[in-house]
């Protein structure tokens, strides 16, 4: 009994080598790198983004507790005035 019919086969998970293909693996890997390069970008602007809305977030708490502030002086105020009529 042969195997020889086997033989010429690779084994599983095994590329044969093309030499035309060459040119196609050194474009995959520039192509893998760009967008390598364009996801760390995303993902700078996106921590810069982020850090904004942070910035931001903080700013509206401030003003919302300056406006709760303001409220009640002039709630306050409003009492003292309705006082005095």
């Not at 095994?14 to 520039?30: C, F, H, M, R």
């Not at 850090?51 to 409220?71: F, Y």
């Amino acid at each position: 009994m042969s195997y020889s019919a086997f033989d010429d086969s690779p084994g599983w998970g095994v590329l044969e080598a093309d030499p035309s293909s060459s040119g196609d693996i050194i474009q995959d890997a520039i192509r893998k790198d760009q967008l390598v390069k364009e996801i760390v970008s995303a993902q700078e602007n996106l921590r810069a983004l982020l850090e904004r809305v942070k910035g931001v977030q903080g700013d509206v708490d401030k003003i919302s507790s300056e406006n709760e502030t303001l409220q009640m002086y002039i709630d306050n105020l409003t009492m003292q005035m309705a006082k005095r009529r």
